[in-house]
């Protein structure tokens, strides 16, 4: 069983264009978080989904930021005229319900840099 | 709003020796807390969850106890080796009305010297 597979590892983007980070959770799993971690810092939570619905988005940015989880196909973050301080690394996790009561499964990141 | 509150500085120490990190927390009281191990440019990987109505959880070499009275819970690794060597994260959830999500403290760096 693959683990939560995120792409890409490294993206580099100049300001003002577009990232796409995608997540694919582990088989069997319809919980997908999206944190960010800026360098020296903890983890912050940006936003929670489950197939086709978002649950809670109170930690993304109101612009530019956007995330979607399709029935089909991976969870994808999207992150609209990047700026240099969107430069972080962005962790999906996953887990089979909310995470609660039970691990969460991470990813091993995207790493962002706005040039 | 919550805050939780883990020590920033590194903790260094001598093989063989037992490691203990600390994780406060602010106001609400969660029901669930967790323990996570990351490594540099890598993911967080779960270790230990501890429920409320739990004192004491112990996985192999490692234990975790949650005080909800000090609000605080406290992680030990005994018999430490350099690969534990690693940043330890604690995680809160705040119980009924949370939508699922963890809260991570900002982690404390633990070094173990050979």
């Known amino acids: 069983n693959a683990g939560v597979m995120q792409n890409p590892r490294h993206l580099v983007r100049r300001r003002g264009q577009e990232a796409r980070l995608r997540c694919s959770p582990m088989k069997g799993h319809s919980h997908v978080y999206w944190y960010r971690q800026l360098p020296e810092e903890g983890l912050k939570f940006m936003v929670y989904?489950?197939?086709?619905?978002?649950?809670?988005e109170s930690g993304m940015p109101k612009e530019r930021f956007s995330a979607e989880f399709p029935k089909e196909g991976p969870s994808i973050l999207r992150i609209q005229q990047v700026v240099r301080g969107d430069s972080a690394a962005y962790f999906c996790?996953?887990?089979?319900?909310?995470?609660?009561?039970?691990?969460?499964?991470f990813g091993q990141g995207t790493r962002l840099t706005v040039v | 709003s919550q805050k939780i509150e883990q020590n920033s500085e590194a903790l260094n120490i001598q093989e063989g020796k037992t490691a203990t990190l600390t994780c406060n927390y602010t106001n609400y009281s969660p029901a669930y807390l967790q323990w996570y191990r990351q490594d540099p440019g890598r993911g967080p990987v779960f270790l230990l969850l501890?429920?409320?109505?739990?004192k004491e959880k112990r996985k192999e070499r490692l234990k975790v106890t949650f005080d909800t009275t000090l609000k605080q819970s406290l992680f030990h690794i005994t018999a430490s080796q350099p690969a534990d060597s690693a940043t330890y994260l604690c995680?809160?959830?705040f119980g009924s009305g949370n939508t699922g999500k963890l809260i991570f403290g900002q982690g404390t760096t633990l070094q173990v010297k050979p």
């Open positions: 501890i429920r409320e109505n739990e």
């Open positions: 989904l489950q197939k086709e619905n978002i649950i809670d």
């Open positions: 996790a996953s887990s089979p319900r909310g995470m609660r009561d039970t691990e969460a499964f």
């Open positions: 995680a809160l959830d």
